[in-house]
């Protein structure tokens, strides 16, 4: 493990920031949904800057209200509070815009990075004006079940206003280059000292422990993503493999899950718990479906299973394939047969071998590299905009008198 030792205090005060500029990031997701690529992201941001997670609204019969918390990382979780009426696109905007302004005056926020996971927050934000707009493009969201019809067209007007623009992987980045002049791909990545954890773990988590070996170990949100009928002739082909199934179910009816003896749901497991139970897996599996939903994604999962000593077996998702499968790190398997007789092949194979197979590649990566290759691209778009500027115009991120009277209004019911 000494490979992966980053002396993370000298790491961030290297970096030269403008510690003065907030970052405002509006996102889809929920900050304590699942750790993933935004949380390594923007706990490290916060690290150097005010970093505020706006989440989307929960809507319930309370009053009107943003609840902002900070988290132990410092991230400052807001959450708007709506009432279930609002629900048109139109008349959320209208609102959403008033409680951005709120909390912009609030919490004394000037000049900003806007960061954006989800297109559809231009619809009540185009109208601040940053000292930076960074779209990390996370997934192909348009192709996910239940996308908002408009998300195409939000996602065109984010394009023209971004300075800045990640994708969470390299196919979404080819698919993707043509619409910007300034794109980057930065795959997922790797906090390679937490999973690597697992090798040495010797307790077991008590509801895997009465479960017998050998073990087939998922992690993840359990979604559209999950080909359901592949792990389900899986357990049948072999009963005496147990699957382990961590994670979320979201976006299908859980009966639709197969149900089987050698078949776990575990529920969702913090990340601090994860090592622990890949420690007691015999091989890590992605039983993704391959369909629209997953022709671009780039699962964080991949490296992480790694790191904590895996063997891996994945379907012939692209950025899996490449570089992972290409490399014999991953073995790749699409029909039931072939990915029972991939199992069986990576629970054969030589671990040490593996192992220092694994550690060469992953030490070529870490979140620590990306948030810092990342970090250095926004100075150089804030310094480029502040040299630029000649014109005397009202100070960024400040709302107007009738944006601070309207969202003063709205909250207070006046």
Known sequence: MGSYKIDSKNFFDSLETDSDVDLVCLSHLRWDFVYQRPQHLLSRFAKVRRVFFVEEPIFDDGPMRLDVTERQCGVRVVVPRLPHELKSEEALAVVQRGMIDRLFIEHHISD?????????????????????????????????????????????????????????????????????????????????????????????????????????????????????ELLDAVAQARPDWQLVMIGPVVKIDPAELPRRANLHYLGGKSYQDLPSYLAGWDVA???????????????????????????????????????????????????????????????????????????????????DQTWGRMAELIEDVIASRRAASTITQPARARPSARAVVAATSFMTGD
């Open 285 to 367: 599996l992605l039983p993704f479906a391959r369909n629209e939903s997953t022709r671009f994604i780039s699962p964080t999962k991949t490296p992480e299973y790694l790191a904590a000593g895996c063997a891996v077996v994945s379907t012939s998702i692209r950025d899996v394939v490449r570089p992972y499968g290409e490399l014999g790190l991953v073995h790749i398997a699409d029909t039931p047969a072939e990915f029972v007789a991939a199992i069986e092949t990576a629970m054969n194979e030589d671990r040490a071998t593996r192992l220092r197979e694994v550690d060469a590649h992953l030490s070529q990566t870490s979140w």
């Open 112 to 228: 900003h990075i806007l960061w954006y996971y989800t297109p559809m927050a231009m619809a009540w934000t185009r109208h601040l004006r940053p000292a930076a707009v960074v779209y990390d493009c996370m997934d192909e969201l348009s192709a996910f079940k239940g996308a908002p019809r408009s998300l195409k067209e939000r996602e065109a007007e984010l394009f023209k206003c971004a300075d800045l623009v990640f994708t969470g992987g390299q196919s979404l980045y080819e698919a993707k280059r043509d619409q910007h002049q300034n794109i980057f791909a930065f795959p997922s990545s790797i906090d390679a000292a937490h999973f690597a954890q697992s090798r040495c773990i010797t307790s077991e988590p008590a509801d895997q422990t009465g479960i017998p070996h050998p073990r087939l170990g998922f992690f993840g949100v359990i979604d559209e993503r999950m080909d359901i």
